[in-house]
């Protein structure tokens, strides 16, 4: 019987949810994902000064006052990561836009371009390249744009099923919705804890899931987040996973059977009916959803606190 990581590869994509290059190395996923938390750690690293340093020149050349160098620094490091941990895998990386900018349709258009622009200077295709931003309204609504601009996205901080039915309807290339941090909230609500097949963040993916699939959605699910092995193994069959080193690790070291929970098929039998979704629908199902609401708000607040923690990082080293 080979290892439930090896068994897992069988079934679904699997992602690393890191930036260390080894460690991506290691478990060879297909993809990869980052975000500002992943660029800072990594970027402290001493293997990775080169990286550091190139964006940091690179900046200082572009001119102009300090936030635009250091806006210009973030990109350029991101992208420069984004690189080397495509010559490792043979699929795509995910690159974030600024967590601020998820109520702002037209600034995440842009930033999400110029990010596509720095690839492609750097003899990367856009194909190879996932788009990240925040699954609000807005960011959706940007999503939509530049999916028709071939630019694909991967709508992250993904709760609630009006996310999921939104996205899916602006032809979104890929979803995460994050399994650990709704599991959070009904600990927090409830005071009790839940095993992998009553976890509400594993019933939240089959969902979505199922929806799609019976529907005939193309939007890739990628489930995120994860707060123990028995939810990666509850989800086994999912599209894709995107999962941090410590748990590829202990994937990787035990040797029991996996079993496929997830397949198109299965999903054809489930009982969810078609919601066409306009801004209006959509506000008053993520209100109804107070699980969905302060996740987000929170996952927004957390990724700009790291951005900024980047920024004061980036700060010090250009002056």
């Known amino acids: 019987m080979s290892d439930k990581l090896t068994q897992l590869k069988k079934m679904t994509v699997v992602v690393a949810d890191t930036g260390d290059f080894d460690s991506i190395a290691k478990y060879s996923p297909i993809d990869a994902t980052t975000n500002p938390t992943l660029i800072l750690k990594a970027s402290q690293m001493p293997a990775y000064q080169g990286l550091v340093k190139e964006a940091a ?3 200082q050349e572009q001119g102009g006052d300090e936030t635009k160098r250091v806006d210009d620094f973030i990109d350029k490091l991101s992208v420069n990561f984004g690189e080397q941990i495509l010559k490792i895998i043979p699929g795509n990386v995910s690159t974030e836009v600024d967590a601020r900018l998820s109520f702002d349709t037209e600034e995440t258009i842009k930033r999400a371009e110029r990010l596509i622009e720095l690839y492609q200077k750097q003899g990367i295709a856009k194909d190879r390249v996932l788009i990240k931003i925040a699954a609000t309204w807005e960011g959706i609504r940007a999503a939509e744009v530049l999916e028709k601009r071939k630019i694909r996205c991967n709508l992250t901080l993904l709760f609630g099923f009006a996310q999921a039915v939104a996205c899916a309807e602006a032809g979104v290339f890929l979803v995460s919705p994050f399994v650990g941090r709704i599991l959070d909230w009904y ?3 409830y005071q009790r804890d839940y095993d992998a097949q009553e976890d509400p963040g ?7 899931y199922h929806y799609y699939k019976k529907h005939g959605y193309q939007t890739i699910v990628m489930g ?3 707060r123990n092995k028995g939810e990666i193994e ?7 996973l995107t999962i941090g080193p410590n748990f ?6 035990d040797n029991e059977n996996l079993t496929q929970k997830l397949s198109q098929e299965y999903s ?7 919601i066409n979704l306009d801004e209006k629908n959509f506000r008053r199902m993520m209100n109804d959803d107070a699980m969905a609401t302060e996740k987000l708000a929170e996952g927004i607040r957390n990724f700009s606190i790291d951005l900024v923690k ?4 980036v700060k010090k080293i250009m002056n």
């Open 187 to 189: 600990k927090a609500k």
């Open 224 to 226: 995120a987040s994860f």
């Open 202 to 208: 594993v019933n939240s993916v089959k969902k979505i």
């Open 310 to 313: 980047l920024e004061d990082y």
């Open 268 to 274: 054809a039998g489930e009982d969810l009916e078609k």
């Open 234 to 240: 509850e989800l086994a069959g999912c599209d894709r």
């Open 248 to 253: 590829l690790e202990e994937l990787s070291h």
């Open 57 to 59: 020149d690179w900046a």
